[in-house]
């Protein structure tokens, strides 16, 4: 008798056939993770997207970053797993919204987190990630006036970070970090005492205030495993979990559950399933398609950021 292929054999047969690589991001589930190429964050998987030279990107993310891989990929193939999985912060930024803003301020520079659609990010100056917004933001000269889009949390930390004033902030959030409670960060605290706080900058002020460490999702990995101490509360979605264990088995983190879900997981991410992943290998579905016209306008601002940082 035959036996059945499993779900991992099949992925990685379609995987060759198609001369694809996995991206994944650290949120997604630890067996997609398993599998990829490259496992990173929103930064270090546009500039993986940016090396590649094979036929097709199966982004394991969310929607907004396999637009981005497209971006600097026109002539590859890039699929997503499930074509659901998007962002609430892309979502509160509409484009008309955001030319409506532009047009009431036409003396500043628009600088767009990587968490835009790609309508929005043609219609800015430059772009950052968690990872890069405050070099991003330092690199303007003081005198230029800034619109900051979408992120209001990464938004006022950037400010404060970089002392800039004549920064306008759109009020979007992400739907997992925001409504992470600073009581419930208090309240574990007060449980581990021992314990550090590394924390994302999409997360409230109050949050941040109360963290050791602000960083992307790498950032936050990379901290909690090079610094002394056995115990860590992480202020992201629980996805860093899976790497965090890897890296540092003999330490402890904690996730505090938010509001929105009473879990710290992104509902987005978690669409992506290995049933998925191998479907759009094997289909090419859901695939990236970006007009030509916002495909070349988005990568200027794409590649500004890359210039700086
Ligand atoms: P990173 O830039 O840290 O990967 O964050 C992306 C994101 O969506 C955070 O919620
Ligand atoms: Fe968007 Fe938040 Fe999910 Fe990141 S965690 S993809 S910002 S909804």
């Given at each position: 008798?035959?036996?059945?292929?499993?779900?991992?054999e099949?992925i990685?047969?379609?995987?060759?056939?198609?001369?694809?690589?996995?991206?994944?991001?650290?949120y997604?589930?630890?067996?997609i993770?398993?599998?990829?190429?490259w496992?990173?964050?929103s930064?270090?998987l546009a500039?993986?997207?940016?090396?590649?030279?094979?036929?097709?990107?199966a982004?394991?993310?969310v929607?907004?970053?396999a637009?981005?891989?497209k971006?600097?990929?026109?002539k590859?193939?890039?699929?997503?797993?499930?074509?659901?999985?998007g962002c609430?912060?892309?979502?509160?930024?509409?484009?008309?919204?955001?030319?409506?803003?532009?047009?009431?301020?036409?003396?500043?520079v628009?600088?767009?987190?990587?968490?835009?659609?790609?309508?929005?990010?043609?219609?800015?100056?430059?772009?950052c990630?968690?990872?890069?917004a405050?070099?991003i933001?330092?690199?303007i000269?003081?005198?230029?006036?800034?619109?900051?889009v979408?992120d209001?949390?990464?938004?006022?930390?950037?400010?404060r970070q970089?002392?800039?004033?004549n920064?306008?902030?759109?009020?979007?959030?992400?739907?997992?970090h925001?409504t992470?409670?600073?009581?419930?960060?208090?309240?574990?605290?007060a449980e581990?005492?021992?314990a550090?706080?590394?924390?994302?900058?999409?997360?409230?002020p109050?949050v941040l205030?109360?963290a050791?460490?602000?960083?992307?999702?790498?950032?936050?990995?990379?901290?909690c495993?090079?610094?002394?101490?056995e115990?860590?509360?992480?202020?992201?979605e629980?996805?860093?979990?899976?790497?965090?264990?890897?890296?540092?088995?003999?330490?402890?983190?904690?996730?505090?559950p938010?509001?929105?879900?009473?879990c710290?997981?992104?509902?987005?991410m978690?669409?992506?399933?290995l049933?998925?992943?191998?479907?759009?290998l094997?289909?090419?579905?859901?695939?990236?398609?970006i007009p030509?016209d916002?495909?070349?306008r988005?990568l200027?601002?794409?590649?500004?950021m890359?210039a700086?940082?």
């Amino acid at each position: 008798m035959l036996a059945t292929k499993t779900i991992t054999e099949e992925i990685l047969e379609w995987k060759k056939e198609r001369r694809a690589i996995l991206l994944a991001h650290h949120y997604q589930e630890p067996e997609i993770q398993d599998l990829a190429d490259w496992v990173g964050d929103s930064l270090e998987l546009a500039r993986k997207a940016r090396e590649f030279d094979g036929e097709v990107i199966a982004f394991c993310g969310v929607w907004f970053m396999a637009e981005t891989a497209k971006v600097l990929n026109p002539k590859r193939i890039v699929v997503v797993p499930d074509r659901e999985a998007g962002c609430s912060l892309v979502d509160s930024c509409p484009v008309e919204q955001l030319r409506a803003w532009k047009r009431r301020h036409p003396d500043h520079v628009v600088v767009s987190y990587i968490n835009t659609s790609i309508e929005v990010k043609a219609e800015s100056d430059i772009l950052c990630t968690s990872r890069n917004a405050v070099q991003i933001v330092n690199s303007i000269p003081p005198e230029k006036p800034i619109l900051f889009v979408p992120d209001a949390n990464l938004g006022q930390w950037v400010k404060r970070q970089t002392g800039r004033e004549n920064m306008k902030v759109w009020q979007g959030a992400c739907l997992v970090h925001a409504t992470f409670p600073a009581r419930r960060l208090a309240a574990a605290r007060a449980e581990h005492p021992g314990a550090l706080v590394a924390a994302h900058p999409e997360c409230p002020p109050q949050v941040l205030d109360q963290a050791d460490f602000v960083g992307s999702t790498s950032a936050i990995i990379q901290w909690c495993v090079e610094t002394p101490g056995e115990e860590f509360i992480v202020m992201t979605e629980s996805g860093v979990s899976h790497s965090l264990h890897r890296l540092a088995p003999h330490k402890r983190f904690y996730f505090i559950p938010n509001e929105n879900c009473n879990c710290s997981e992104c509902p987005y991410m978690k669409r992506n399933t290995l049933e998925k992943l191998r479907d759009c290998l094997r289909d090419l579905e859901p695939r990236v398609e970006i007009p030509h016209d916002i495909l070349r306008r988005a990568l200027i601002p794409l590649e500004r950021m890359f210039a700086v940082q």
